[in-house]
Structure formats: C-alpha cells, structure tokens
C-alpha cells in the first residue's frame, strides 16, 4: 500500500467487488466443489451418489496406471524443461553475439510462442506420420523404426520433441533480455579476465542468467504440467489406448471421457495440492526478487 | 423504416408465426463428415415429410464427447429430445432409469405400432433391459467383418479364410509368400473381445452379460480368449499380423495403400470405402471363428450406436420424437441410410426393400454385415451391459498395446484386464447407490 | 599478418549464424509444411504425405477452409470460428485488464483494512490453473446456465490473478510525488485513476494485452468443454474435429485441415511479429 492513499471507504470495495466476485463464483466455489466430489462416487446423471471416504484417493493410489502416468509426467517434465532450456539458451547465447541479422534471428526464434498447443500437435502428427511422415523417415536413417502410438517410447519422444519445440522461443526471450541487460563493464572486464569464450560463459555469463534461469524452471515445469494438455490431445488422436499421458490428461480422460466424477476429482485435489507446493515455492522466489530489484 | 424492410419484418413474423405452430426437437449424434452429411439428410427429409415437427440435429463432436455432452446438458436440464448413444456408454444411460424415455414406451404411447420382433434378431435386444423390452432405438448398427484385397487374395491363390484355423495355417503363409501383410484389424476391444465372445457364444461378463444385476463381473481371463491374443502376438512374430496402434484410421490406411491383404473393420466402413476408389477390387465376408472353440460360430453384435429418448420433455415433442423415430425406421429411410453408409439396415422390412431393390447383386459385400447379425444366436450373443464400459474399453486397449508393441505376456494382460474391469464395475455399482 | 585472427573471429561468427539458421529453420519448416500440404489435392497429401512442390489448391482450400461449414447447421464455418476466436481473445484479454487494473488500484492506493485479506484471496488463485479446477469449474457453469455462451467461455477464464499481481506491482513502482500532486491539485480517486494512473500505463496495458490476447486465443481444454454448440466453436477449438473422423469413413480433407490450423496461427503470431517489443516487455516484467 502507498503511504500517501486515498482513505474513501467504498470506493476501492467497488473497485474490488468485481474481481473478487468473479474469483468467488468460478475459483472457490469449484475448488471447494472438486474437493467434496473427490470423496464420493457419483452416478454421472446425478441420480445418486454413495460416500466413500478416501475411497478415491485410496484407488489412485493403488492403482497401476495412475502411478505410471504419475511417473511419465516427472519424466517427461524433466526432459522437456532441462531441453527447451538448454536449447533456448545456446540459441540466445548465439543470438546475443551475432550483429547481422540479429532482430530477423530473434524474430523468427521466437515466433512459434504465438501457436496453440493443439496445433503444436496437429503438426506434430504429421511430422511422425506412420506412413509418410518425415521425422519418421529421418528416423529411419538411424534404423529407428519410429511408430507413433504403436510403441510407448516413441509416442513419448513425440511428445516432448513437440513439446520442446512449443516452448523454446518463451525461454529464448527471457533468456536473451537477460543477456541483453548485462551491463557492458561487466562483460569487458570478463573479456580481459577470462579469454576462452566457453570459460567466460561458464564463469561469467551463466551464474548472471541463474535468477532467469531459476524463474523459468518453474515457468517451464508448469508449462509441461498443463499446458501440453493440446499437444497430448491431439498426439494420442482420441484413443488413449497404451500411449503415455500426464497427469492433468487423465484427469481428463477419467472425468470427461469416462464419467467417473468421483475418481477424476480426486486427482484434481492431487494436482491443487501439487501446484500449491510449486506455487509457494514460486511465490517466495518472485518476493525475493522484487526485493533486488 | 422504408418500406421493403417492413415487408421484410412482416414476413419475418409470419415464418416466426409458422414455426411456433411447429414443435421442435433437437437431436445430438456424432457423426462428423460424409456420415454427418447422411444424418442431416434424413432430418431434412423428415422436416419436409410433415409440417407439425421439426428436427435439428447438432453434431457434438466424437461418441465419447457427445455422451458427456448429453449427460452434462440433462444434469442442466437443457437435454437434447434425442442423444445418440454408442455401445459402450449404452450401461452408463440405461442404468440411469429416470434419463430416458424407452422408446418402447415412447412408440406405445403416441400410437406408434411396435413390434420388437419387426428388427433383425442380431439388433433387437442390444439397448433392451433384462425383460427384452427396447430402451435405446438402434441407429447406425454396424457389426464387424472382414475385408479383403481380391487381388491380393487372387496373387497368392488363396480364398478368404472362414476359421482361424485355416488363416494361420494356409491363407496368411500364402500371402506372406506373395509379398503381403495378411492382417490388420482396427479396434480390437470391440472385434476381439466383445465380437469374438459373441461369435464363439462364450459368456463376456456374470449376470448374463451383465443384463441382469448390477453387481456384474466381467469374463476375459478365459483359456479361450487368451489363446487367441497368444496366436495373435505368434502372427505378428511371423509377420502375419500388423497393429498400428489403438486409432482406427492408422489400422485402415495400410490396408488402402494394399500393404495389408485382410482388414477387419465395421460394415459401416464400407461407405468410405467405396468412396475412396482404391486401386484394387475388395469384397468382404463374415469375421473368421476358431474351430477349436466352436464348430457352429453365432451372430456377432452390433456396434455403433443408438438413439435414445430423453425425460423431461413435454409431450408435444415426444410425440415428435416418437414420430421422427417411426419416420426413422420406415423401410425406405432405413434403405437409403443403408445404401450411403454401409449401416446395417435394423428392420427385417428395409432389409427386404434392400434385397428387392437388388441392392446386394450390386454390392454383395454390403450385405454381409447384416447376415452375419442374422446368423444363429445363442444364449451369449444378445450383447452386453457394463458400467464404465468406455474405461474398460481404455484399460482392454493399454493392455492390448502392451501385448502387440512390448511383448508383455498375455496371461498377465487378461489378468491385468480383469481385475481392472472388475475395480471399475464394482466403483460403477457404488455410483448406482 | 592481421588476416589468421580476422579469420578465426570469423568463423565463430559462421558458426552462431549456422546455428540460428538451424534453430529458425526448425521454428518454420513446420508451418510451411502446412501450407505445402494445404495446397495439395486432399488424395494425393493422403497417399504421400507432405512433399516439395506447390499445388494448386491454396485458394480452393483456402475458400473451403474459410466459408465451408460441416454440420446441419452450416454456422461452424471459418469465418465463424475466426470470430468467435477473436471475441475470446479480445474479451478475455479487455476482462483481464480491466478488473486486474481496478483490483490492484484498490489494493494499492487505498487505506483499507479490508485489502490485506482481498490481497490473499485474490493471489490464492495463482495457486490453481483451470486445469487442476476444471470439471467442477464446468459444473458450475453449467448450474448457471453458461454453457455455449461467451460469458460462460471468457468469465471463468478470468477467474485468476495474474493481471492484478502485474498491476500492482507496476503501480507500486509509480512514484509516490504524483498521488501527493494530485490530492494538492484536488483530484478526486476516480479523476486521478483515469487522468493520470491509466495514461501512464498505456504501455504497460499494451503489452498485457498482447500477452493475454494470445493466451486466450489459444485456449484449447476449456472451449472444447464449454462449447458444444457449433456456431460456438474457436480455432483452436475446432482443431479437435480436423483430428477426429469415426470408423474411417471418409477421406480426410487435409487441405482444408491445414489451412484451418494455419487460420488458428495466423492472428496471434501476428500481433507477437508486429508488436515484438511490447510482446517481450510484456512477457519478461510479468514473470506471470
């Protein structure tokens, strides 16, 4: 709050009424909702419903396919953070240097920000067609037998390739404005320091991006959590069947697909719970470094 | 306000005043592309048939999405007047008694004439309830058979195998030899577990298929079932039988470039089929049965969907859904739907009007679908009423990919199956109260 | 001789440009893909998938990806969907702005005891996307009544904290003279908000609605929930039925198809090329 505030007293509850409602409605209402589902099984008509504890979360937990997915996820997360960051930050690194062409490099690196996931999909399907798709044919050329939702590991490469590929030019952006605001003293002084580039990178460059760098790993971690969502869609083609998924799909895949509200809302709950420890942990970094700068 | 726009409110009015005389109903389906196109033509054609009732169907995406829509839309209580079912959510409406209107009851009471015994035997007891009585109208039936490559068949001199038997020990090293996969298949919950129970008249679930009670459990870790998924994942060893995976379309397309000899897909395919223009002659014949377990195979069930009524409504527009569904069914709707599509026809009455029109001299391939629905029934092929059914269907497929990519063993699969199936029919029984 | 360094620096130079060219050529062969493919018959993408000539087809495709519906209807057409995508994207983006920038005045510029608790309630949303919410969230729209409607399609989407986190933070770094100035001047709250707060943050706005435009054009899961009416259906949305055909029974329209997705792509990476700087200004100081 500003020291110097205005001191109307229903002014800012007007001004706030409308957020506030809104958050209420379609924020708290459902989360609570989601929370008391999660402990029934209910008939998807709404007829009738038993209670059953933590019946849910018990059969979660047991059950199999959710670890695997559960298990894919983390992988999967890991892989297409660790990727699109690195790749993103050799191409900024690169980008950075260069002096010709550089708005058209960074133009043209960081337009695919702009794609929807699904589309991401849409492209990825054709690329590893089965039967003329041209990364499958590349595929080919290492004697990979590559056959998109037939065998799990290659729908899973898939998967993160597109994914990556969604999600490099958002971290090529914060990464190159991180680059851009090293102030000129310090990269000459590095220069006279340390003459071999991949040393002045490592001791230089790299711990002054960390900050970035840690920012994004979160950014990123959320982003293959959720927001693949379009991408898997569209890869698995409407038949789940043996293919990999994550988490917030089979959410969607139990509640949606197969009406099961009680079990798809506990894994809802599962997924809030997650989040919550990622979001506090997100939140507390994002104070600090209002606290730098 | 000029005058040719006073005119033109005047008209306005005057449709408007047309159309309140008329009662509407809705209709939700699934059928995207040429089948859409089909569909919109009988609600067109009903619409011009009579001027009381007028139908609008709306298409909600695939059978999955249309069910949650209709489910969610009737927990709203914005239901459409008609939800198009398919086969395995048929457990999850039916066992909602208070959702739907039976069409039974629905034809009785607005003075329609109803006979169960005026539809082919193979469709007739699919969407009824344990006393035979209808509840869901059948609408686009389908039922599994096999096609063939003619040419593929011709090059490698042999005939299209009637047993499995003689598929694995003549037909597909001969078409080996001749430079062919012998067999893909799309869909193999469907055509081998619930088709191959019910053509081998084994039993698929407790409770009569599940007909009876709600405390269900289903029957797929059996000797005769495994054997087969066994000789199935030796023919793909060999290299008699491809899987492209759990999507249909990947399963279909080798068998349309003539890379795949034999592809056993739904009657419904044969539309599409014949659209295409494929650079061979095809023709198709009933899905092949293992001598082994029977040596007088049954009728296979249907598939594909069904149109149910749902509650709620006035009694203006079930009047108007009974007579669109009375329009539905006449010969000659069911005839040309038939002839577009490839659906079966489901009355004994159109499929005459089929045979005398000489539809099946034209086509004899077309024909087979409903044959083999007509084909002996037995205790076991009535069909089948799980809960849950579109998650078992998702379990049946993981394990299924797991036998025919990973090599994992079958016995431990079927198990997997049905402990898994039987978690989810016990949680759909909670569900039930 | 100066020539060997001139040469060494030279080559590095080579190899940063050999390795953008790589990554911006991996960013675009995709879509041109899509495009090669669009103007292709639909038989021939069919038999032999993408290639490297140009057909045709482009204009027909084009005509049939924009005007042609598929359904009884005959509202689910290009057209349509384009501007129902638009009106998602503008609406959300407009919502968003609007009630995050009222939020966060209240927030920051009133004594009020009653904003500490507004303040938490309000940042709990960052907590949950609309992912983790979203069946119960799709139950509550429907109880209301908002299914297919576009309240029902932007409202809930709204339901989160992201623009008043960014406001506040943006208002808490104007400096303190300019409130002071205005209260001397005699300006009231509301004159202060609008003659003064908003200007300054024209920029700021800018670029939150290139961010949030983009964002909610693309949203996938929540419209194909929300939107089963055809006349309904977005872009992106609609992608899910270029994807979907049921027991093989047609030729799939691949030209059609592709132009679609690339009709889905074209107005958000648009806005992102021409307003680049706003677009990254946006992106690196919201830090969501």
Redesign the interface.
Known sequence: MKRAGFTQRWLPILLLMPQLVIIAVFFYWPAAYGLRSSFFLQDPFGFSETFVGFGNYLTLMRSPSYLKSAGFTVIFSVLVTFLSLAIALILAVKADRVIRGAKTYRTLLMWVYAVAPPVAGVIGLIMFDQSWGPLMDFAALFGWDFVLGVNYFDTAFAMVVVSVWKQIPVNFIFFLSGLQSIPRSVREAALIDNRSASGRFWDVTFPLLAPTGFFLLITNITYSLFDTFGIIDTTVKGEPGNNPMTLVYKVYVDGFRGNDMGGSSAQSVILMVLVLLMTVFQFRLIERRIHYT | MTRLSLAAAAALSMTTGAATAQTEITWWHAMGGALGDSLNQIATDFNASQSDYQITPVFKGSYEEALTAGIAAFRAGEQPNVLQVFDAGAATVIGASGATIPVQDLMTQNGVDFDIEDYISGVRYFYADSDDKMIGMPFNSSSPIMYYNIDALEAAGVEAPTTWEEFAETTAPALVEAGYIPLAQSHSPWIFVENFMSRHNLPFATNENGYTGIDTEILVDTPELKAHWTALQDWEENGYYAWYGAGWDDNQAPFEEGEVAIWLGSSGSFGGLMQKDLPFEFSATYLPYWEAITTEPTQTFIGGASLFAMSGKSDEENAATAAFFEFLTSPEVQYSWHRETGYVPITTAAYDLAKEDGHYDRFPAAEVGIQQLSLPAGENTKGYRMGFYVQIRDVMNREFGRILSEGVDVDDAFATIESEANALLARFGQTQG | MTATPKRRIKW??VV??L??IA??A???L??V??LQ?ASNPDIETM????GLTFGDRLPANTTKALFEA????GVNSGVQMLYNSFILGIGFAVGKIV??M??A????????R??TL?FW?????????L???????????????M?NTFQGLI??L????TA?FFFR?FF?AVP?EL??AA?IDGA???K?FIDILIPLSRTMIAAMFIIMF?YG??Q??WPT?IT???DMYTL?RG??????????????EYGR?NML?LL??LP??L???FF?SWF?KG??ES??
């Open positions: 590095s130079n940063d440009h390795v953008l990554g911006s991996v960013m675009i995709p879509v893909m899509l493919m038999r032999n998938g993408p598929s359904g009884f209807s009630l995050g009222m939020a005045y209240a927030i920051v510029y009133f004594r009020l009653f904003a507004a309630m309000i940042f709990t949303t960052l907590l949950l996307p992912e983790v919410r979203i069946l119960p969230s799709y139950e509550i729209v429907q109880k209301l009544g299914l409202i809930p709204i339901a989160s904290a008043t933070q808490r303190e409130v002071e209260r009231g709250p509301v202060f983009v054009w693309n996938y899961l929930m089963t009416d055809e992106v992608i899910k039925q270029i994807t979907q055909s049921l027991e093989g029974t047609n030729l799939p198809a997705a889905a792509i958000p990476v806005i992102v090329i680049q990254v992106l690196t830090d969501k």
